[in-house]
C-alpha cells in the first residue's frame, strides 16, 4: 500500500453537520470533506454519490493540525433554508459562518497503490476547483506533497516531522486520545454516520 501526502495552506471552513444558524467549524478538517475535496479532484457530481462512498470505503485518512490559525465569524443570509427536521423552510434567514485564517494542515491518504496513482494524478490535474471546505476558501498552494511507501496514514505524517496534533481513522504511535466525529460519509447522500477518531500526538514528548 501507499500513502498519497496533501498539504494546504491559507482560509479554511470544515464544519460539522448543523441546522443552526450559527454554522460552527471543527477544530481539525472532517473526513467527509477531504472526501469531497478528493471527489471534486476526481470529477465526481452530488449526482453521483454512490461513487463517492466507494471511494470512502477504500481510504484510510489521517489529518494533522500543522497551525490552527486564528477564528473569525461572517454574515450571511440564505434562501429556502433546510430546517432541523431536514424540511426545506422558504424565506430569508440570517446566518453566522465560522473560518479558520492561517491555517495549515498536511493529509495523509492510505490505499492501494492504483486509487494512490488515480488520486494523485487527478490532485495535481483536478476536473472540479478544489477548496477547503468552503467555496470562499480556494487553495493557496499545490495540494499534491508527495507519495511514502505507508500503511499507517497517521505515523506516515509523524515521518514527515510536522509538530500538530494528527487525526486518524487507525489508532498510530504516540496515540492520546479518541473522539467520537460525526463525518464518516454513508450510503445516503448528505447523511454521515458516526466514527471513532484516533489522536496521536506528532512525537513522544508533544501533547
Known amino acids: 500500500m501507499k500513502t498519497l501526502i ?6 479554511s471552513a470544515y464544519g460539522l453537520q448543523t441546522f443552526d444558524v450559527h454554522r460552527k467549524i471543527n477544530h481539525f478538517p472532517t473526513r467527509s470533506a477531504i472526501i469531497g475535496l478528493l471527489g471534486a479532484a ?10 463517492l462512498y466507494d471511494l470512502s470505503k477504500q481510504l484510510k485518512i489521517a489529518v494533522q493540525v500543522n497551525q490552527a490559525g486564528q477564528k473569525i465569524v461572517d454574515y ?29 494542515h498536511s493529509f495523509a491518504i492510505t490505499a492501494e497503490d492504483d486509487t494512490i496513482d488515480r488520486l494523485s494524478q487527478h ?18 498552494r499545490p495540494l499534491f506533497d508527495n507519495i511514502i511507501a505507508s500503511n499507517n496514514p497517521a505515523n506516515a505524517l509523524k515521518e514527515q516531522g510536522g509538530q500538530g496534533q494528527i487525526y486518524s481513522d487507525i489508532s498510530g504511535e504516540n496515540q ?4 467520537q466525529v460525526r463525518d464518516l460519509t454513508t450510503k445516503i447522500p448528505r447523511k454521515s454516520a458516526m466514527r471513532t477518531v484516533y489522536v496521536c500526538a506528532s512525537s513522544g514528548g508533544d501533547v
Open 6 to 11: 496533501l498539504k494546504t495552506e491559507g482560509m
Open 176 to 179: 492520546i486520545a479518541t473522539v
Open 123 to 140: 490532485v495535481k490535474h483536478p476536473l472540479f476547483t478544489l477548496f477547503q471546505g468552503r467555496k470562499s476558501c480556494p487553495l493557496t
Open 42 to 51: 476526481l470529477g465526481i457530481t452530488r449526482e453521483q454519490h454512490e461513487q
Open 76 to 104: 450571511h443570509t440564505v434562501q429556502n433554508f433546510r430546517s432541523p427536521m431536514g424540511k426545506i423552510q422558504k424565506g430569508t434567514k440570517p446566518t453566522y459562518r465560522e473560518y479558520w485564517c492561517d491555517s495549515e
